[in-house]
Nanobody, 127 residues
């Protein structure tokens, strides 16, 4: 059984920074794709960033490009989301997700690609 546990959310002022962590356990993650999604109140869950466990390809939503960075620590089985220059529009519950196996580049940003999800961590950005 795969478990994903997010942490690092909180309240921050606009233009501030946060780093989210997603600790994965239960399986060797060398064949996984990992993603971050978010869901604001009254809105659908949307893609934020993703990375394959191996290789250098990183994927970002247009709304966060240049501000957010996804990274992996393979030794710790942990994925991070560094969020800089936050705005109130970034306020949401952020979820970590994982998929075991090969993923096409065009599917990395789709929530339906991922079968494992964390419980979410709240990020609130005040103006």
């Amino acid at each position: 059984q795969v478990q994903l546990v997010e942490s690092g959310g909180g309240l921050v002022q606009a233009a501030g920074t946060l780093r989210l962590s997603c600790a994965a356990s239960g399986r060797t993650f060398s064949s996984y794709a990992m993603g971050w999604f978010r869901q604001a109140p009254g809105k659908e869950r949307e893609f934020v960033a993703a990375a394959k466990w191996t290789g250098d390809s990183l994927y970002y939503a247009d709304s966060v490009k240049g501000r957010f960075t996804i990274s992996r620590d393979k030794a710790k089985n942990t994925v991070y989301l560094q969020m800089n220059n936050l705005t109130p529009e970034d306020t949401a519950v952020y979820y970590c997700a994982a998929h075991w196996g090969v993923v096409a580049d065009t599917d990395m940003g789709k929530a339906s690609t991922y079968e494992y999800w964390g419980q979410g961590t709240q990020v609130t950005v005040s103006s």
